[in-house]
């Protein structure tokens, strides 16, 4: 009778690996959370959470309510902005490494992925010579001392209380890269900028910020222009 359920056991474990999608066997660190999230990455957080003495329910692996309440109060006692998303900053509170190095030189395959990520939520459906220029564009920012010393620090960077880029705000961070935005960053990362040195891009049908308008134009590609 034991072997028998063991044998249940195994069979319903290996139909919950096949059967569940990729998001749910994320690591803590993989991805931005957001509330509605769900994981084991949403598990690992609940469980830090609570170690830390902020209760956020049940390790379920389900963001609800309960563990957004922990992550803001948690913020608060940080100093971090209490959005209740656990984000790069967060996670580097929290100690979560998100450092480790893949197969694409000193970045790590989550920097790529993210990377991917940002650009396929800025410029899906630009040009591909557009969104090699967007990943290019923060690899510059990697390589100017006035901007952060890693990709997700540059990606979620907070300046005057303002995200960087707009997706992280909106959750578009989030959405899963085609594989023409994870060709794109890998071309980036080779060595190719169609930008020629840009920092900075925006649409100037989508934003009136004067900031980005003030910044010395390079040139245009798709709807985007990139300026230093």
Known sequence: MRKIILAKVLLISTLFLIVTPAAMAAQLGDRVLTKGCRGQDVTQLQQVLNNKGFWSGYADGIFGNKTVDAL??????????ADGIAGFETFRALGVDTSYRGSSGRFSTRDVELLAKLVYAEARGEPYSGQVAVAATVLNRLNNPAYPKSIPEI???????????SPVLDGQINLVPDETARRAVIDALSGVDPTG???TFYNPSK?????????????????HVFSK
């Open 207 to 223: 934003t009136s910020d004067k900031w980005v308008r003030n910044r010395a134009y390079v040139t245009m590609i798709g709807n």
């Open 72 to 81: 803001v109060k948690y913020q608060k006692a940080k100093g971090l902005k």
């Open 197 to 199: 040195g840009a920092t």
């Open 155 to 165: 990606i979620f960077q907070v300046v005057d209380g303002h995200y960087q880029y």
